[in-house]
């Protein structure tokens, strides 16, 4: 991933989040001996990074699926609450446990309560039209749906939001949020529409094509902005979504009909679902978020786990009264 403009010392992304705050200055220190050892110790903290950035991104849905293979393996047959329910209470307990605990923000909240709400209703209709089904009894549900189906959608969300905001995301040509907002709507209107008519699905893969193709991605890993083609990195995480859904049916969270007999691998046309289905959940958080250009990277401060020591922070700026739902403005 080539680098590009280092930009100026960034404020910590760990204050938005209490319990990291304290890590910030030690956090730099160790970047500073990793550099001093070289490029090679240097190329190395800075991927170790990496992966704890994406891990802590993933909190929330890796909970999730720590839930269903938990529950899938321990779960005592016959236990008066029905499993799915216990799915339900846990997914509400770890929610209200990360506000409580500042592992999430409010910000975060409001836009996984959106996802909540757009994957449920998706849920309702293809559990009807028979595209999957959840094979196991419960009390909370809607018609054939477990609710806790909607921290499954939620968790991608969360995810979207945090990443965002660890990376600290600029962009070069991002399309105009006007155009992935039609984008999004024909995607999600497609997903019902198409078991009764035309499937547009391939016009939607040429439309996302040329609204993302000319698009990149900048992201602040450590002390230089790294790149990759926005196209790329959203397929990226549609691959690690769709080995999440093998887990999710491998422990009977749900069944596809190619399934009923015995667990087999998620068919790959799923990918493409997915895919578009990506599209709308990256729209949610960039109407949030509200991409920003990689040269105010040069001129306004970052909110990326920063590259150094902290600068002194004012009392406006700290992760309490960041403004709610963007990091841009």
């Known amino acids: 991933m080539p680098a590009t403009s280092p930009g100026p010392p960034p404020d910590s992304a760990a204050r938005l989040w209490a ?4 890590f910030a200055v030690l956090e730099a220190r160790l970047g500073d001996r990793a550099q001093a050892r070289g490029p090679v110790a240097a190329g190395l903290y800075e991927f170790l990074r990496f992966g704890v ?15 269903l293979i938990v529950t899938h393996l321990a779960y005592p047959a016959g236990a008066p609450v029905a499993r799915y329910d216990v799915l339900t209470l846990a997914a509400i307990a770890i929610q209200v446990a990360m506000l409580a605990f500042r592992l999430e923000t409010w910000e975060e909240a409001k836009v996984i309560l959106v996802f909540h709400a757009v994957g449920t209703a998706m849920e309702l209709y293809k559990t009807h039209m028979g595209s999957w089904v959840y094979p196991e009894p419960s009390l909370l549900r809607l018609g054939g749906v477990p609710l806790f189906t909607g921290f499954l959608y939620a968790s991608v969300g969360s995810y979207l939001a945090r990443v965002w905001r660890l990376f600290d995301f600029r962009f070069t040509r991002h399309p105009p949020l006007w155009a992935l907002v039609v984008l999004s709507l024909a995607v999600y209107v497609n997903f019902f529409t198409h078991h009764v008519t035309t499937d547009l699905r391939l016009v939607l893969f040429a439309g996302t094509a040329a609204l993302f193709g000319p698009a990149t991605i900048h992201f602040r890993v450590w002390r230089v902005y790294r790149r990759m083609p926005l196209l790329l990195g959203l397929l990226l995480v549609t691959l690690f979504i769709w080995f999440a859904e093998n887990i999710g049916t491998a422990t009977r969270g749900w069944v596809y009909p190619h399934q009923a007999a015995g667990w087999a691998a998620v068919s790959p046309a799923k990918f493409g679902s997915w895919f578009l289905l990506m599209i709308v959940s990256y729209t949610l958080v960039a109407l949030a978020s509200r991409p920003r250009a990689l040269a105010e990277a040069e001129r306004t401060p970052s909110v990326a786990i920063d590259a150094g020591p902290a600068r002194p922070t ?4 700290v992760a309490g009264s960041l403004p709610a739902g963007s990091l841009s403005e």
């Not at 319990?19 to 304290?22: E, Q």
Request: with cysteine; proline share 9%.
């Open 53 to 67: 950035k994406q891990g802590w991104a993933c909190l929330f849905g890796g909970a999730m699926c720590g839930l």
């Open 19 to 22: 319990p990291l705050a304290g």
């Open 314 to 317: 004012s009392p406006t700026t």
